[in-house]
């Protein structure tokens, strides 16, 4: 069992005082004696274990007035809560576009749908957020938004409202990152955050109430899972999570694992993990996509003589896209170049599959100052201008992943 965050984890001071408030309120309506926070304290805080402590107070607040009115052997009209709006999407600051000749005009217009991500995972910039386990110890203010659960609430709060005003609508969460041991992370990479799958479920859920529309969910890392799982192996371990976030409606789309040609056997195993993360996604209503190392876009077994178009062929229908990772010294040129080459595939091949810019100066991002979130915005846009050059297919690029707005500020 993992181990309980401490009160000052869960707000506090702040929390106590916030379920304070609404007790007296209460006690006052009902015509009843206040008699103090009690043994609701200690509810409440356990509850925000998973919920936070806004979502604790809402779920024992409807027990506490249940027993108000029976001890008052009345009905009590109970104030209806405010409903807090997601904030709307403003104007930011124009953007200067990297140096080069490519493509600078948009192909069309992105569609308001699932499929079109607006995101950024690496780069939303909050002045004062405290550094956590796994973050940037040169830049902890750009929020990683798959240590979302390592933030307190008001942190979380923050970036989400930030997301609403920079128009985006995909938040980006890792299962194995949530669920890791933090004292002992593997091969290097950073620690877990020793979360619950129930917590994860939580927190995820928490994202798309608080009215980020779309959350994706990454289901294995090579910081936490072994290599070279069997197909075996994967089905048992994604399963029951998946399982555990349709039930919830928690998430919306599902990535098999990070990086997945670094720590995982190609060809049939990938294929037939793909084929089955995409079959439980598509039955719930929910998509699937794959993520690779940097300029990969398959991961077919040697000799193949199909190559990635034979790869992209058998994991179809199944598999909905491409999260693509880029080099993130290329330049704009050579990065659209590199899209192409994947978008004259895709087109070819009747859009069976959709191509997403995904990651691109994060590694940059994490220890240097430059490129900031205003320069990964800038390339965001850029690579959503890409079009198929080669075969003049009608493929377009779907969203960004490490933000992206329009040159005047707009969001894109």
């Known amino acids: 069992?993992?181990?309980?965050?401490?009160?000052?984890?869960?707000?506090?001071?702040?929390?106590?005082?916030?379920?304070?408030?609404?007790?007296?309120?209460?006690?006052?309506?009902?015509?009843?004696?206040?008699r103090g926070i009690g043994a609701w304290m200690y509810r409440v805080c356990y509850t925000a274990q998973t919920k936070g402590i806004a979502g604790a107070i809402a779920q024992h607040q409807a027990e506490w007035r249940a027993g108000l009115e029976r001890a008052a052997e009345r009905t009590v009209v109970w104030p209806t809560p405010a409903v807090r709006p997601f904030p709307h999407a403003d104007t930011r600051p124009a953007l200067v576009l990297p140096a080069g000749s490519y493509a600078r005009g948009l192909p069309w217009t992105p569609p308001k749908e699932r499929d079109f991500m607006r995101a950024d995972c690496w780069g939303i910039t909050l002045p004062g957020l405290p550094f956590v386990?796994?973050?940037?110890?040169?830049?902890?203010?750009?929020?990683?938004?798959?240590?979302?659960?390592?933030?307190?609430?008001?942190?979380?709060?923050?970036?989400?409202?930030?997301?609403?005003?920079?128009?985006?609508t995909h938040g980006l969460r890792s299962v194995a990152d949530s669920l890791g041991d933090p004292n002992h992370p593997s091969n290097g990479g950073p620690p877990g955050a020793g979360q619950s799958l129930a917590q994860f479920v939580a927190s995820c859920r928490r994202m798309k109430d608080y009215g980020l529309p779309y959350v994706t969910v990454m289901l294995g890392s090579k910081c936490f899972q072994p290599a070279n799982m069997s197909t075996a192996q994967w089905i048992a371990?994604?399963?029951?999570?998946?399982?555990a976030l349709i039930q919830e409606d928690a998430a919306d789309e599902f990535v098999p694992g990070w990086e997945w040609d670094l720590?995982?056997?190609?060809g049939d195993v990938s294929i037939q993990v793909a084929k089955h993360v995409g079959q439980r996604a598509h039955a719930a209503g929910k998509s699937c996509w794959l993520h690779f190392s940097s300029e990969k876009t398959s991961w077919f077994k040697?000799?193949?003589?199909?190559?990635?178009?034979?790869?992209?062929?058998?994991?179809?229908?199944?598999?909905?896209?491409?999260?693509?990772?880029?080099?993130?010294?290329?330049s704009m040129k050579d990065t659209q170049d590199r899209l192409v080459d994947t978008l004259w595939q895709f087109g070819g091949e009747g859009n069976r599959h959709k191509l997403r810019f995904f990651e691109d100066q994060a590694a940059l991002m994490f220890d240097h100052d430059r490129p900031n979130e205003d320069d990964a915005n800038a390339r965001g846009y850029a690579a959503?201008?890409?079009?198929?050059?080669?075969?003049?297919?009608?493929?377009?690029?779907?969203?960004?992943?490490?933000g992206g707005r329009s040159p005047d500020g707009s969001p894109l």
């Not at 902890?140 to 930030?162: G, I």
């Not at 959503?384 to 490490?402: F, P, S």
């Open 1 to 34: 069992m993992p181990e309980l965050r401490s009160y000052e984890d869960i707000g506090g001071d702040a929390a106590g005082m916030a379920l304070e408030a609404e007790l007296r309120a209460d006690y006052t309506l009902a015509g009843a004696q206040f």
């Open 133 to 168: 386990a796994g973050a940037s110890e040169h830049h902890p203010e750009r929020f990683l938004s798959w240590f979302f659960d390592r933030y307190d609430e008001s942190w979380q709060n923050a970036w989400l409202d930030q997301n609403g005003r920079n128009g985006y």
């Open 237 to 243: 371990y994604v399963d029951p999570i998946m399982d």
């Open 263 to 266: 720590w995982n056997q190609p």
């Open 302 to 330: 040697d000799k193949e003589p199909r190559g990635r178009f034979g790869f992209w062929d058998d994991i179809s229908p199944e598999v909905d896209g491409l999260l693509y990772q880029t080099v993130p010294t290329w």
């Open 384 to 402: 959503c201008c890409t079009i198929d050059n080669v075969r003049h297919t009608a493929a377009r690029i779907w969203g960004y992943g490490n």
